[in-house]
């Protein structure tokens, strides 16, 4: 789980990089940082316990920087919507950088199908306004990453796979 962590902060690097947006390039380098250190004492959490054996208050520390981790990867996450939406620069010619950007572009597609979609056959009240109890809920990364089936997870998506994993070879 730390390891996954791990790669969603390079996610977030990655995608900060290409962010135009400077606020929100920021707030994903400060969101990726934040998982960073979670994901990294969760990593001695976890070695510590290995060595020690089984003990009720290692058990209670490793499970709250678990949860932990998954709410600062909930964070990226959002931060990366907003990256998305902003608007992204063209990656470099780097393969992690180009599968972030098919990644993003995938999503911000299924974000503006989902939309035009339900402009197109959204019920009203009569005020004008949307009814929330028919309307589905907008695709998020976080779905997205969801979705990936979990054979694919860990195929590399480019030709010459580097040593180690890239980006979005794993997903949580």
Not at 136 to 142: I, Q
């Amino acid at each position: 789980i730390a390891a996954d962590g791990q790669v969603v902060v390079k996610f977030g690097h990655i995608l900060a990089q290409q962010c135009l947006d400077q606020r929100c390039s920021t707030e994903l380098l400060r969101a990726s940082e934040h998982t960073h250190s979670i994901s990294s004492q969760l990593g001695i959490v976890a070695r510590v316990k290995a060595v020690t054996g089984e003990s009720k208050a290692s058990s209670e520390l490793l499970l709250s920087n678990t949860q932990n981790l998954v709410q600062a990867v909930r964070h990226v996450l959002r931060a990366a919507e907003v990256a998305c939406v902003k608007g992204l620069g063209q990656p470099s010619p780097d393969p992690e950088e180009e599968e972030v950007a098919a990644f993003c572009l995938q999503w911000k597609k299924n974000l503006s199908w989902h939309r035009a979609k339900e402009a197109l056959n959204s019920t009203r009240n009569e005020l004008g306004l949307r009814k929330t109890r028919e309307a589905k809920a907008e695709p998020t990364l976080m779905a997205l990453v969801q979705e990936q089936p979990p054979q694919s997870r860990n195929i590399p998506k480019h030709p010459n796979p580097r040593k180690g994993h890239t980006v979005m070879d794993r997903h949580l």
